[in-house]
């Protein structure tokens, strides 16, 4: 038995050393060299066609005197978007047979690795088409006008869950209004079984791309790029590292829905009904949450910068002149006239929508920006963050076709959170002389903790279950005829939260978010590894700045700012400059210091809050944790 498995590595070796015989090796991968090199610099030469037409969309959106040329631009999107499919389509299969192994130049090999197999741009082109036509049926349960919460559509027509319910909710104080929507949108969006058989759809072809790949198991090609066994338990991990803060967090806030909602039933056993989660949640920046603060009382409540933001950062112009500062402070580039003058424009403001995201475009050897016009505390955050990106895109852009990406996704939103978090603390807010003080009284930070706790660790275990359920289900682990219930044993293990009334197995109660992360752009494993990640750079920023040093009540790691710190500069450029030439772990390593992902970072920034929150707790005799009803019925 033993002798048989051998025997096959055993004869490959042989035929190998045959072959090294008659041909010397450097000679040998010198050819495989050239030859891959030359498919590389074809492929490049077709990249740079995409990058001048991404030239033109920004060119045409941005030019002057005349109205975006809707039409134009929405063809230049889609030849966009078929000549790169195309390109990496060919491209993984030319790249597919060479053996890399023998190619001596690494960099040469981790390119053709990155790019040799892929997600859904992998299939053939039928098969890709019917990939992104469920993708827009799916951002259609999303976005669409669906709904008539009343069965009536006569007063304003049907209603998108996002962002119409979502905001309608945001004003909510009556549960039954919330439970309403929650189930009408189920059901509009599953009429016939409609939003199930999509995803099954879905689903299936997400399998056939893992099997171009050679993956036995789909969710290595959903992983793609984490290039991990089992990535899956990583993130579960994470997940129960945070577990206690999350525990005491969701006690507290069980107590908090009492007071707010009254009548939504939160049953014995201890676990949150799932749309006032949902609302908790939708209020994270709501200015006149419905769920109370720790401390009340007028003076203990958050100064408010938005007066103070429009008397000192006047324009957005202006803010984001400070962003750019922010990274020139740490020693990273400089933004040019050329960057203000030329590739910085201003969106239009019906363009914006509710969202308002400012826009990056990527077309060496420039990168531009479209930004939205708002200005507010969020915006100013925001811009940070896209700064970041610009910079990253900077620095990548210098390494070649096929690395001049982040080594998997997440990644550069995790770099951007770091500066995010940075420009909202009260030190950084004092030296825009937004905040007249460097710090809060102790109360205030408080408040201020435990709204960015709602924030990240309400919705880090959702990012989670969501991931877990369509891998789950991509893997053949959950069946189809146990689909729904599956879904509420995650929400119950996981984040204390389930169904408001009875629910079966027929019901497909997945929120819209689980919808928006199916698209790989948007997925929900990106952003739970963009949040995690996130914290452990801020954190190691922090240490490497002297601005946060544990233990000492003055630098704690929530009001960290290290603007300045060519220490921190240095990580984040040697990081940013390393593109996707090296496999994510060595790259967050330069941070960190550490191989894996890790709740250390959340942890620690929140400490404060968990420590009051189990002394808070006690105090009321609230206990943490829940016990599962059976609330939904496997028939
Ligand atoms: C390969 O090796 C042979 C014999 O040593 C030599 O003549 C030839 O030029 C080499 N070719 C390349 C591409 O290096
Ligand atoms: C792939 O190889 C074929 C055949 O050599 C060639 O025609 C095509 O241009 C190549 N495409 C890419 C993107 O490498
Ligand atoms: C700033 O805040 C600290 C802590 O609350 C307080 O001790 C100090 O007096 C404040 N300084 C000013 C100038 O208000």
Redesign the pocket.
């Known amino acids: 038995m033993r002798l048989s498995l051998l025997g096959i590595p055993f004869l490959i070796l042989l035929v190998t050393l045959n072959f090294r015989v008659c041909y010397s090796r450097s000679n040998h991968s010198a050819g495989y060299e050239q030859a891959t090199k030359q498919i590389l610099d074809r492929a490049t030469s077709r990249m740079r066609n995409v990058w001048g037409l991404n030239r033109k969309i920004f060119l045409q959106l941005t030019a002057k005197g005349k109205s975006p040329l809707g039409g134009q631009v929405l063809n230049a999107k889609q030849e966009v978007e078929a000549e790169t499919y195309r390109l990496f389509y060919e491209l993984a299969g030319n790249l597919s047979v060479v053996p890399v192994a023998e190619l001596n130049d690494p960099l040469l090999g981790r390119r053709v690795q990155r790019m040799a197999k892929l997600q859904l741009q992998g299939l053939r082109p039928k098969d890709y088409e019917q990939a992104k036509d469920l993708l827009r049926q799916i951002h259609n349960f999303v976005s669409g006008p669906l709904v008539c919460p009343h069965e009536d559509c006569s007063a304003h027509g049907p209603l998108s869950m996002y962002p119409k319910i979502v905001n309608k909710n945001m004003h909510t104080k009556l549960y039954e209004e919330l439970l309403i929507n929650w189930k009408s949108w189920r059901r509009a969006i599953n009429e016939k079984d409609v939003a199930k058989s999509t995803f099954i759809d879905y689903v299936r072809l997400l399998r056939i791309a893992a099997t171009y790949n050679g993956h036995v198991t789909p969710s290595r090609t959903w992983y793609l790029n984490y290039d991990t066994e089992n990535f899956q338990a990583e993130l579960e991990a994470v997940v129960w590292e945070i577990m206690p803060l999350y525990r005491e967090l969701h006690a507290y806030l069980r107590h908090e829905v009492q007071a707010a909602y009254p009548k939504a039933d939160t049953k014995s056993d201890g676990a949150i009904s799932a749309p006032i989660m949902d609302q908790i949640l939708s209020q994270d920046w709501y200015p006149h949450q419905f769920f109370r603060t720790p401390h009340q009382g007028r003076e203990h409540q958050l100064p408010s910068v938005h007066r103070r933001l429009e008397e000192v950062l006047v324009t957005p112009v202006k803010i984001n002149r400070k962003a750019a500062e922010f990274f020139e402070s740490l020693g990273l580039i400089v933004m040019s006239d050329n960057f203000y003058d030329r590739f910085s424009r201003r969106m239009n403001d019906e363009e914006g929508g509710s969202e308002c995201k400012s826009q990056v475009y990527y077309f060496p050897p420039d990168v531009a920006l479209r930004y939205c016009p708002k200005l507010d505390y969020k915006k100013m955050m925001q811009i940070h963050g896209t700064m970041a990106d610009i910079q990253y895109n900077m620095y990548k852009m210098r390494l070649p076709f096929g690395l001049d990406t982040e080594p998997c996704p997440g990644f550069g939103a995790a770099i951007a959170e770091t500066v995010i978090l940075a420009s909202g603390t009260p030190r950084h807010l004092q030296r825009l002389h937004i905040l ?7 109360e205030q930070s408080l408040n201020r903790l435990f709204r960015m706790g709602v924030h990240t660790l309400i919705a880090v275990p959702q990012y989670f279950i969501n991931d877990k359920f369509l891998v789950d289900v991509m893997d053949g682990r959950i069946g189809v005829k146990d689909y729904n219930c599956a879904y509420w044993g995650l929400q119950d293990k996981f984040a204390g939260v389930q169904p408001p009334t009875q629910r079966h197995n027929r019901d497909f109660d997945l929120d819209f978010k689980f919808y928006r992360g199916l698209n790989p752009e948007t997925s929900n494993t990106k952003k739970f590894l963009a949040e995690i990640l996130g914290f452990q750079f801020y954190r190691s920023f922090c240490l490497a700045s002297g601005q946060y040093k544990p233990g000492d009540p003055n630098f704690p790691l929530h009001n960290c700012d290290f603007y300045e710190s060519k220490e921190a500069g240095k990580k984040m450029r040697e990081m940013m400059q390393l593109g996707a030439s090296r496999h994510w772990r060595d790259v967050m390593e330069i941070a960190t210091g550490e191989r894996k992902l890790s709740g250390r970072g959340i942890l620690e920034y929140f400490a404060p809050l968990f420590t009051w929150l189990k002394e808070r707790n006690k105090q009321l005799d609230i206990e943490p944790g829940w016990d599962a009803d059976e609330l939904c019925r496997r028939d």
């Open positions: 007249l003080n460097d710090s809060l009284t102790e």
